[in-house]
């Protein structure tokens, strides 16, 4: 059973405590439908987390392939070489983001254009090596959003389930038992005034007929 809270079994306590127990259910009702929605939302989530993983697995599989023709035609050192002369072909973005209070980077990719390689004994595979690994890396900075999202999500998922934990089973349920102790309280000390009031009256009337 729930402990009582230390408060007087008085009127004016008891009207603070029904308003205050009607504000906590009020607050109840939200968090249960704020988790609802966030349960929704990380469910949600984690099927397209899963469709980017298995599209970023398949990508990784043909850049990595890509790569190993490139190095087998052009061999380690030119290819070293070539790739030194690149400048960065993918721009990035990252802006914050918020979603039922959850806060979350928003990641923007894309690829710029092939830059021309002017070295010579270049092979075409090098080309869609570096396609085939432009198009992972904004895969993998898409999935980096989607993970830190539904991680965060989900976190805050738990803590919300948490306080509807806390005020369903513990912070309510002692201000309702204290409502009901005070209630108890004030309908006792009212029968001992009504009894009190017989009981004199009783006497009046008795002291009435022997005079």
Do not use: C
Not at 51 to 78: C, K, N, S, V
Not at 122 to 146: V, Y
Request: proline letters at 4%.
């Amino acid at each position: 059973m729930s402990q009582r809270l230390k408060v007087p079994p008085t009127k004016s306590a008891l009207l603070g405590l029904k308003r205050q127990v009607d504000f906590l259910q009020q607050g109840h009702d939200m968090l249960e439908r704020k988790r609802d929605l966030l349960t929704r939302l990380v469910y949600e989530r984690l099927h397209q987390y899963r469709e980017m993983r298995r599209e970023t697995r398949e990508t990784l599989d043909r850049a990595y392939r890509w790569l190993g023709i490139a190095h087998l035609r052009m061999g380690q050192t030119l290819l070293r070489q070539a790739g030194m002369a690149l400048e960065p072909g993918l721009d990035l973005s990252i802006l914050p983001r918020s979603h039922i209070g959850v806060e979350y980077p928003s990641v923007k990719a894309s690829t710029r254009p092939l830059q021309p390689v002017g070295l010579m004994w270049t092979d075409p595979s090098f080309d869609e090596a570096r396609r085939q690994l432009l198009d992972l890396a904004s895969l993998l900075a898409r999935q980096g959003e989607a993970e830190t999202a539904l991680w965060r999500l989900l976190a805050e998922q738990r803590k919300t389930q948490k306080r509807v934990n806390a005020l369903k089973y513990n912070v309510i349920p002692r201000y309702r038992e204290t409502i009901r102790f005070i209630q108890g309280a004030l309908e006792e000390e009212e029968r001992n005034g009504l009894f009190q009031v017989k009981l004199l009256r009783a006497q009046q009337e008795k002291s009435r007929r022997k005079g």
